[in-house]
């Protein structure tokens, strides 16, 4: 019901991501709820953010990062606290979700030979084609993970050297209220997206789609980027899609420094202020010996 009431106000993109995250507490429930009589406690939501510390994302994979771990717990809260006030529940039990204080998790750019690396794997992927498209555009666009998957075919405009522009929904915010804007892609990305698109030869519509033909959910974009690395030996590196995103800003920053070009970074990567955009830069020691020179040199 919760999931419902958000999809009468909220992008379809936003609501899956909220389904996303709010499936791993019904995973879990499902497990303990007949021996717990189906009576849920303050306890077992303790012990629920326990069992997302460590529980697997799938075989083989690492679990939820700390900051993920955070997101859930924070949907399932959201969602609690709206049946009280629809009346589904008797009491406000969001409070009983614990809150996690943020991860710290020493972050690092991947470099651009780890990115090709990761482009390669792609190609080894039961979809190829599609899954180099969506890599090559998070990693040369530096849209995010739900931007990727509201884009339109008809929305794009490919250019004799296949570079371009496409239109995507991201984050709704007062200057930008429908979340709309236009990304830019370049002739690498396009020369990977230019193949999928003559393969399918689609005139419109979801850009990424299943075998069916439907459009994929954020979390099979997530299994993308998870696979395409666990393949590259790279997920101590890239654990998900916003790893990219943060390489796309510190590779950009690098190779074009200035006020000037900060501007145009923010607009293609859809932050409204220039401190966001700032966080996604993960400049280290390298960048300081590049840069840095005293007033003698």
């Known amino acids: 019901h919760w999931l419902a009431d958000c999809r009468a106000r909220l992008p379809a993109y936003t609501v899956d991501g909220y389904e996303d995250k709010v499936d791993h507490f019904l995973v879990w429930w499902s497990g303990v709820a007949d021996w717990k009589r189906h009576e849920l406690g303050a306890a077992d939501l303790q012990q629920f953010a326990r069992w997302l510390a460590t529980a697997p994302r799938a075989a083989g994979q690492p679990p939820l990062a700390r900051n993920s771990q955070r997101d859930v717990l924070r949907r399932l809260r959201q969602c609690l606290r709206w049946s009280f006030q629809r009346r589904y529940l008797l009491i406000d039990v969001s409070a009983w979700v614990p809150v996690l204080a943020p991860g710290r998790r020493q972050r690092r750019a ?7 690396r990761l482009l390669v794997a792609g190609g080894q992927a039961l979809d ?3 899954d180099q498209a969506a890599l090559a555009l998070l990693i040369q666009t530096g849209m995010r993970r739900a931007e990727l998957g509201s884009i339109h075919v008809e929305t794009i405009t ?38 999928y698109l003559d393969a399918h030869g689609w005139p419109d519509g979801p850009l990424l789609r299943n075998e069916a033909g439907a459009p994929v959910s954020l979390r099979t974009i997530d299994r993308i980027v998870e696979r395409a690395a666990e393949r590259a030996g790279l997920s101590d590196v890239i654990q998900g899609c916003h790893d990219l995103r943060r390489a796309f800003v510190t590779h ?17 990567v859809g932050h409204a202020s220039a401190a966001v955009t700032s966080i996604y830069d993960l400049a280290d020691e390298s960048d300081l010996a590049d840069v840095i020179r005293g007033p003698l040199c």
Do not use: C, H
């Open 158 to 195: 490919m250019a004799a050297d296949w570079s371009g522009t496409l239109r995507v929904v991201g984050k709704r915010t007062v200057a930008n209220p429908t979340g709309e804007r236009v990304v830019a892609f370049d002739a690498f990305a396009g020369s990977r997206l230019a193949p």
């Open 128 to 130: 190829p084609l599609r």
């Open 252 to 268: 950009f920053r690098r190779r074009n420094r200035g006020e000037d070009y900060d501007r145009i970074l923010q607009m293609q």
């Open 110 to 116: 991947a470099t651009v030979e780890e990115l090709r």
